[in-house]
């Protein structure tokens, strides 16, 4: 094997690997090999061998019976170390926590990643018993309140060339039509924020607001409150909350 030929291997099993490791945080639980093949498409001896060193290292977890897959330990200390290590992330604690008791309503901050939104952050509601945190999780920016309104910080353009044409719904209020979302996104820009009307979560309504301490932003705040609960006057106080947010963030990122 030529040197040339080494370092292309070297790329391409690299490129397995994230890929490998993808396919698992998205999707959790455990798999079986046949499962994992069937997705990723590798040949089955390289995957299982791929699979094994990932197990050996960590990355990779398998079950009682070693033939079922899910994602590792390692992959957690990875994410922690990121969200941990972010400048944003750490300047926006206090403005998230102030909007947290400003509105007693759950607080999300997210970071825009190709067509989906990653959380970063999250401040539970005061109304919930049960401990519930999105951090980490990925989501379809076009079904959320912060992808929309970090989506309406991009021209129609930038838009159509990042989105499909047929979005995928997540309940039966979930744009799916490309056009008819850019036109929302029109809205978007002209009030300064974005609503999600249970397009993400059945009961749910979401408001976002765009942090433009970058153009295109890539991080946004959130407010979510269930529709059952949700008055013109308590909308309002969000909305405010939202807007002071969104100054005092652009205040505590201006030196990063």
Same mark, same amino acid.
């Given at each position: 094997? &030529?040197?040339?030929?080494?370092?292309?291997?070297?790329?391409?099993?690299?490129?397995?690997?994230?890929?490998?490791?993808?396919?698992?945080?998205? @999707?959790?639980?455990?798999?079986?090999?046949?499962?994992?093949?069937?997705?990723?498409?590798?040949?089955?001896?390289?995957?299982?061998?791929?699979?094994?060193?990932?197990?050996?290292?960590?990355?990779?977890?398998?079950?009682?019976?070693?033939?079922?897959?899910? +994602?590792?330990? @390692?992959?957690?200390?990875?994410?922690?170390?990121? +969200?941990?290590?972010?400048?944003?992330?750490?300047?926006?604690?206090?403005?998230?926590? @102030?909007?947290?008791?400003?509105?007693?309503?759950?607080?999300?901050?997210?970071?825009?990643? &190709?067509?989906?939104?990653?959380?970063?952050?999250?401040?539970?509601?005061?109304?919930?018993?049960?401990?519930?945190?999105?951090?980490?999780?990925?989501?379809?920016?076009?079904?959320?309140?912060?992808?929309?309104?970090?989506?309406?910080?991009?021209?129609?353009?930038?838009?159509?060339?990042?989105?499909?044409?047929?979005?995928?719904?997540?309940?039966?209020?979930?744009?799916?039509?490309?056009?008819?979302? +850019?036109?929302?996104?029109?809205?978007?820009?002209?009030?300064?924020?974005?609503?999600? @009307?249970?397009?993400?979560?059945?009961?749910?309504?979401?408001?976002? +607001?765009?942090?433009?301490?970058?153009?295109?932003?890539?991080?946004?705040?959130?407010?979510?409150?269930?529709?059952?609960?949700?008055?013109?006057?308590?909308?309002?106080?969000?909305?405010?909350?939202?807007?002071?947010?969104?100054?005092?963030?652009?205040?505590?990122?201006?030196?990063?």
């Amino acid at each position: 094997m &030529g040197a040339a030929e080494g370092a292309g291997s070297q790329v391409k099993s690299a490129v397995r690997t994230v890929e490998l490791l993808e396919f698992f945080a998205g @999707r959790p639980g455990m798999h079986s090999l046949a499962s994992v093949q069937e997705s990723v498409g590798y040949p089955k001896s390289s995957l299982y061998m791929l699979l094994r060193t990932l197990v050996d290292l960590g990355w990779i977890e398998t079950d009682a019976t070693g033939t079922r897959y899910g +994602i590792g330990v @390692r992959a957690l200390l990875v994410g922690t170390s990121y +969200i941990d290590g972010d400048e944003v992330v750490a300047a926006a604690r206090p403005t998230l926590d @102030r909007m947290s008791d400003d509105t007693s309503e759950t607080i999300h901050l997210a970071r825009l990643d &190709g067509t989906s939104v990653v959380y970063l952050a999250t401040r539970q509601s005061q109304h919930y018993l049960r401990p519930f945190t999105r951090v980490g999780r990925r989501l379809p920016a076009h079904s959320t309140s912060l992808g929309k309104a970090l989506l309406a910080t991009y021209t129609d353009e930038q838009v159509r060339k990042l989105l499909p044409e047929t979005l995928e719904p997540l309940t039966e209020h979930t744009h799916t039509d490309r056009e008819k979302l +850019i036109a929302e996104l029109a809205v978007i820009r002209e009030q300064g924020f974005a609503v999600d @009307r249970e397009e993400n979560t059945l009961g749910l309504r979401c408001f976002g +607001i765009a942090v433009p301490y970058r153009t295109p932003a890539r991080d946004a705040v959130s407010c979510s409150v269930p529709v059952a609960r949700l008055t013109g006057a308590h909308e309002q106080m969000i909305k405010d909350a939202l807007f002071d947010a969104r100054d005092r963030l652009l205040l505590a990122t201006r030196r990063l």
